[in-house]
């Protein structure tokens, strides 16, 4: 396609009114935002984020949460939508607040609010961390008091913070002392109880038990052998009183082997009893009565006839009597023991079993103290770290420099908006011109006919125009002229008057673009 520069210049004289009017219109509205908006202010407060006051190699507090972790969670909470309506209707940042939706006051609170971060923000970090708060509205003072009020509301946070988790932290290891202390003496009671219901089979007296057992068994065999030597004399003296004609120096010899096994017998009693046992004194009642009949057939008085055998039967009842006697002794021992025996076989059959269950059940109180001493030892270092966070001794957030009351407008830029305004309407009339030119698809030129036909035309004739027509078309293009110069101020005017302001539709506009 040729370019047929004198044909555009005349297309651009042509369209220059409608390109003006474009131009004009974005211009003027632009400028008059630029000088209409109102002054804005801005300010800001500086926060430091110091190190605990107190060194953590001698006590450190329990709330271990980094500079940068603790900040997000502070400006989370610190940006509600709770918070910025509370503070946009305390200080009436905006005009007509009352009349404006909550959404759009919270929307403008926090594109008005910010709250910025620098340095490090680790507890390993080597640079300080700093909190920044800035706010921009219509109002000096207004912005003053909103950042300050930030400002406390961030120094409230973090106190809240670090206090309300120390708090927790310490509540929970009461909670976990006083658990572990009533689960302490549960199991003790439990081993109290164990060692009470077992206390003839305990591990820690298998020893006694076992030598106990020796002794047992040593006095039953003892015993038995006692038992059947009493039954072989309480025999003997059966057969001897069936036998009346037996001599009495026989009979006194029978008393004396009685007398010598009931001294033995009686030196055995005195090694195991004390004098004052009923065995021990029934045995030597018998062996005074065997004393009394050996000494008295000693001595050669035992009379003749039938007086003789008189007192020879009653020596022999006598002496059969405490033959049963012994008998019956010996057997109630061998009862006894046997019975004792028994019991101590039990026990130290059921001592393996009790020495596990013992075992386990210390085990477990051996752990449960464990855990104990631990959650104690927690809990000390619970109440020193509540005891740091609540006299403000740990990481802290200092104002180091706070809001003042602005002296100059921080905005509108009002020469950037009028820039742009122009470059807009010069960049919307050029695109009206360049989209009429694609859009136009009419042969205007000779060139054009030869290019889409692929034809030579022999002559062109212009179109001759008569000269009222003339008149007409440069009356209508010095109107429009007049037209935009003169209606688009109007407009303005009339718009900005009794429909919206320019300046609050400029702002709307910018903000949609991301300008704003």
């Given at each position: 396609?040729?370019?047929?520069?004198?044909?555009?210049?005349?297309?651009?004289?042509?369209?220059?009114?409608?390109?003006?009017?474009f131009?004009?219109?974005?211009?003027?509205?632009?400028?008059?935002?630029?000088?209409?908006?109102?002054e804005?202010?801005?300010?800001?407060?500086?926060?430091?984020?110091?190190?605990?006051?107190?060194?953590?190699?001698?006590?450190?507090?329990?709330?271990?949460?980094?500079?940068?972790?603790?900040?997000?969670?502070?400006?989370?909470?610190?940006?509600?939508?709770?918070?910025?309506?509370?503070?946009?209707?305390?200080?009436?940042?905006?005009?007509?607040?009352?009349?404006?939706?909550?959404?759009?006051?919270?929307?403008?609170?926090?594109?008005?609010?910010?709250?910025?971060?620098?340095?490090?923000?680790?507890?390993?970090?080597?640079?300080a961390?700093?909190l920044?708060?800035?706010?921009?509205?219509?109002?000096?003072?207004?912005v003053?008091n909103?950042?300050?009020?930030?400002?406390?509301?961030?120094?409230?946070?973090n106190?809240?913070?670090?206090?309300?988790?120390?708090?927790?932290?310490?509540?929970?290891?009461?909670?976990?002392?006083?658990?572990?202390?009533?689960?302490?003496?549960?199991?003790?009671?439990?081993?109290?109880?164990?060692?009470?219901?077992?206390?003839?089979?305990?591990?820690?007296?298998?020893?006694?038990?076992?030598?106990?057992?020796?002794?047992?068994?040593?006095?039953?065999?003892?015993?038995?052998?006692?038992?059947?030597?009493?039954?072989?004399?309480?025999?003997?003296?059966?057969?001897?009183?069936?036998?009346?004609?037996?001599?009495?120096?026989?009979?006194?010899?029978?008393?004396?082997?009685?007398?010598?096994?009931?001294?033995?017998?009686?030196?055995?009693?005195?090694?195991?009893?004390?004098?004052?046992?009923p065995?021990?004194?029934?045995?030597?009642?018998?062996?005074?009565?065997?004393?009394?009949?050996?000494?008295?057939?000693?001595?050669?008085?035992?009379?003749?006839?039938?007086?003789?055998?008189?007192?020879?039967?009653?020596?022999?009842?006598?002496?059969?009597?405490?033959?049963?006697?012994?008998?019956?002794?010996?057997?109630?021992?061998?009862?006894?023991?046997?019975?004792?025996?028994?019991?101590?076989?039990k026990?130290?059959?059921?001592?393996?079993?009790?020495?596990?269950?013992?075992?386990?059940?210390?085990?477990?109180?051996?752990?449960?103290?464990?855990?104990?001493?631990?959650?104690?030892?927690?809990?000390?270092?619970?109440?020193?770290?509540?005891?740091?966070?609540?006299?403000?001794?740990?990481?802290?957030?200092?104002?180091?420099?706070?809001?003042?009351?602005?002296?100059?407008?921080s905005?509108?830029?009002?020469?950037?908006?009028?820039?742009?305004?122009?470059?807009?309407?010069?960049?919307?009339?050029?695109?009206?011109?360049?989209?009429?030119?694609?859009?136009n698809?009419?042969?205007?030129?000779?060139?054009?006919?030869?290019?889409r036909?692929?034809?030579?035309?022999?002559?062109?004739?212009?179109?001759?125009?008569?000269?009222?027509?003339?008149i007409?078309?440069?009356?209508?293009?010095?109107?429009?002229?007049l037209?935009?110069?003169?209606?688009?101020?109007?407009?303005?005017?009339?718009?900005?008057?009794?429909?919206?302001?320019?300046e609050?539709?400029?702002?709307?506009?910018?903000?949609?673009?991301?300008?704003?």
């Open positions: 396609m040729n370019f047929d520069l004198g044909f555009y210049w005349t297309l651009f004289l042509r369209r220059l009114p409608v390109m003006t009017l131009v004009l219109l974005i211009s003027g509205l632009g400028l008059a935002a630029a000088f209409k908006l109102p804005t202010y801005a300010t800001s407060a500086r926060l430091l984020f110091e190190a605990p006051q107190i060194p953590t190699d001698m006590v450190s507090s329990t709330v271990q949460t980094g500079a940068a972790e603790q900040l997000d969670i502070i400006q989370q909470r610190l940006l509600t939508r709770a918070n910025l309506i509370d503070i946009a209707h305390r200080f009436n940042v905006f005009k007509d607040i009352r009349e404006m939706e909550p959404d759009r006051v919270f929307t403008a609170m926090r594109s008005a609010t910010s709250i910025r971060r620098q340095g490090g923000g680790g507890r390993n970090s080597g640079g961390t700093l920044i708060i800035s706010f921009e509205g219509r109002s000096p003072q207004i003053a909103v950042v300050n009020e930030l400002v406390t509301l961030v120094l409230q946070e106190s809240r913070f670090r206090v309300g988790r120390a708090e927790k932290t310490l509540e929970f290891f009461e909670q976990e002392v006083a658990r572990l202390d009533d689960e302490l003496t549960r199991r003790s009671v439990e081993i109290s109880r164990f060692k009470s219901e077992n206390a003839r089979a305990l591990p820690q007296d298998q020893g006694y038990r076992l030598g106990r057992q020796n002794i047992l068994q040593e006095r039953l065999d003892s015993l038995r052998r006692d038992l059947l030597v009493a039954k072989q004399r309480r025999e003997a003296l059966e057969n001897e009183g069936e036998a009346p004609s037996r001599p009495a120096v026989a009979a006194r010899s029978a008393y004396e082997d009685q007398l010598l096994a009931g001294r033995a017998e009686l030196d055995r009693l005195r090694q195991t009893y004390s004098e004052s046992n065995r021990v004194i029934r045995l030597k009642d018998r062996m005074d009565r065997l004393e009394a009949i050996v000494a008295a057939g000693n001595s050669g008085t035992v009379p003749a006839g039938s007086e003789d055998d008189s007192r020879r039967l009653a020596a022999l009842e006598a002496a059969q009597v405490e033959a049963d006697s012994a008998i019956t002794a010996l057997q109630a021992q061998i009862d006894a023991t046997t019975s004792e025996l028994e019991e101590l076989s026990n130290i059959a059921a001592s393996a079993p009790n020495d596990l269950k013992l075992a386990e059940l210390e085990r477990d109180y051996q752990i449960v103290q464990t855990r104990y001493n631990s959650a104690v030892s927690n809990l000390n270092s619970a109440r020193m770290g509540e005891r740091i966070e609540a006299t403000a001794q740990g990481q802290r957030i200092n104002v180091i420099e706070n809001a003042s009351v602005p002296q100059i407008p905005g509108p830029d009002r020469v950037l908006i009028a820039a742009i305004s122009i470059v807009g309407g010069l960049g919307v009339a050029v695109a009206y011109f360049v989209l009429l030119e694609v859009l698809r009419s042969i205007r030129r000779p060139a054009e006919l030869s290019e036909f692929q034809v030579m035309p022999i002559a062109t004739i212009p179109y001759m125009e008569s000269r009222s027509r003339k007409v078309r440069r009356s209508a293009r010095v109107a429009a002229t037209a935009v110069l003169v209606g688009v101020p109007a407009a303005l005017w009339y718009v900005d008057t009794n429909y919206l302001p320019l609050v539709i400029v702002q709307k506009g910018m903000g949609k673009l991301g300008l704003g």
